[in-house]
């Protein structure tokens, strides 16, 4: 095991920061989530992977209720995730998520995307917003650009952006689905970099992606999904070096073979 | 009647047709880009009932010929009741019509947005009402910039129908007929009135352009 995985926190009688329980979702006949039950603890990096279509990002989404389930509980931090209005705000205001495609809001400057959620959700005074809004942008290495809009930013830097953006709400703990999937080869590291940055910081991570050499640095955890199912799941050395089961092997190999 | 004898003696007449016709549009378009934002706002809200309700304004609305509309508020409102001065009549017939397609460009405005950006604000915590504020709303209508500016010339021209009703002063429209009863200007009548339309059109239109490059978002 590399040395720079957290220690996460298997303490026994903690309370997991994640926490699904029999949780099933069907698209009309699809049924795409079968049987999930997992915990993520306070501190922890799970990675989450799988073949296409298996239910990576619909468990990802499920988890701050974009996507609703049939049945089954989702808990964060102990409590039940609410099912909607103010409260689900408030609970997705904790929850950060950093999508594939970047999703910045295009009207806005890079500096307005990072303050919005403080100034409206939190109502934080607009001067202090913007001071801890330019610390974030600095941590992530694109300050010089608060000024631009999205679309004048190359796509490692509007996902570096993203990130701050989360970040700015102070989140217990952040989703990324496949993150550096939209990106040209040589901006995954930029992005990745601030990945374990943050994982080395101590934030509870759940992240969908198909970086190896990111899930052994970091992850304390990879879960393998297929058909809707969380199939196998184990330490990244565990998990890449000897999958259990067939479909794990063929994954890799498939994902090894490019 | 040639142009120059017919300015002579109708120019009065026609400049005021024209402010006429520039208030009515003015009034009517403001009124209309309101309503629009209301109709499609009820559109995209979670309340299903309002969501058809708006809907079924901008089916009925945009599928009506703004002078059948005109007859009915003339001549079949008064027997609910309702009685309106034939100025609000033509302004209540453009409004009706021009809020149902600007609700229809809104509507386009937002579909350019994209679900991922929307989802993006909820997850920072953005409420329904949060969201359509500070993102779907402003988006919306900076993309929807040039086809609101078409529709404020489709909105000047549709108070043309202002012609089938006595109003005094007439809007440009109603002035040739007007003038036609009186001499034979033939279509030098309509000419005046036309460079008017043409002229404010183009008015309307370099101005819709010069705020479209302002405000355009870059994607
Ligand atoms: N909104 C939706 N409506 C209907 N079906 C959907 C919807 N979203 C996803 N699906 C289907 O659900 C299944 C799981 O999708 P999901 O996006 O969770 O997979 P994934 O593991 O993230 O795949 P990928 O690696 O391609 O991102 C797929 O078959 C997908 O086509
Ligand atoms: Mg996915």
Redesign the interface.
């Known amino acids: 095991m590399s040395s720079e995985q957290n220690t996460g926190s298997e303490v026994a009688g903690q309370v997991p920061m994640i926490e699904l329980r029999h949780v099933e979702k069907h698209f009309g006949d699809l049924h795409v989530l079968r049987d999930i039950n997992l915990k993520v603890g306070k501190g922890e990096v799970l990675v989450v992977i799988g073949p296409s279509g298996s239910g990576k990002s619909t468990m990802c989404r499920t988890i ?1 209720r ?1 996507e609703t389930i049939d049945s089954g509980e989702i808990l964060i931090d102990g409590k039940p995730l609410p099912e909607e209005g ?1 409260e689900l ?2 609970a ?6 950093v ?1 594939q ?7 806005r400057t890079i500096l307005d995307n990072v303050t ?2 403080p100034i ?2 939190q109502g934080v005074p607009r001067k202090e917003a913007e001071e801890s809004a330019m610390a974030l942008l600095e941590r992530v290495g694109v300050a010089e650009q608060a000024a631009k ?4 930013l190359s796509g490692g830097q509007q996902q570096r952006v ?1 990130i701050a ?2 970040l700015a ?1 102070h989140p217990k703990a952040m989703m990324f689905d496949e993150p550096t999937s939209a990106l040209d080869p040589e901006m995954i590291n930029e992005v990745l970099e601030v990945m374990v940055e943050l994982a080395r910081g101590g934030m509870t991570m759940v992240v969908v992606t198909h970086e190896m050499s990111f899930a052994r640095r970091v992850a304390n955890r990879v879960v393998f999904m297929a058909d809707g199912t969380i199939m196998e799941e184990g330490s990244p050395d565990e998990f890449f070096d000897h999958p259990t089961t067939e479909r794990a092997r063929d994954f890799l190999d498939s994902i090894k073979g490019h | 009647m040639g142009i120059s004898e017919l300015w002579a003696t109708y120019g009065g007449m026609y400049l005021q047709a024209l402010l006429t016709t520039w208030a009515m549009t003015a009034v009517s378009y403001v009124i209309a880009m309101a309503l629009a934002v209301l109709i499609t706002v009820m559109r995209v809200c979670p309340i299903r009932p309002l969501r058809v309700l708006g809907d079924f304004y901008v089916q009925v609305f945009r599928n009506i010929a703004g002078i059948c509309l005109l007859i009915i508020i003339v001549y079949a409102l008064p027997n609910l009741g309702l009685t309106l001065p034939y100025r609000t009549c033509v302004i209540v017939a453009t409004v009706l019509l021009v809020s149902a397609f600007g609700s229809e460009n809104f509507m386009s405005g937002i579909n350019t ?2 679900i ?2 929307i ?9 329904f009402s ?1 969201t359509l504020r ?2 779907v709303i ?2 919306a209508l ?1 993309s929807a910039v040039l086809p609101m500016t078409n529709l404020a010339i489709a909105c000047l021209l549709t108070t043309a129908i202002g012609s089938q009703v006595p109003l005094s002063p007439p809007e440009l429209t109603g002035l040739v007929s007007y003038i036609n009863t009186r001499t034979t200007g033939g279509i030098a009548t309509f000419l005046i009135s036309a460079l008017g339309y043409v002229g404010t059109a183009l008015v309307i239109g370099f101005v819709g352009n010069r705020i479209d490059r302002k405000v355009r ?3």
């Open positions: 701050n974009l103010r705000a408030a997705r205001a904790e929850l950060g998520m999508f495609s970047f999703n910045l809001f295009a009207h919005m959620g409206e959700v809009v999205p679309a004048q993203a953006r989360s709400m | 947005i994209g991922g950006q989802e993006a604000a909820r997850s920072i915590g953005l409420g949060q500070l993102v402003p988006q900076r978002i870059l994607r």
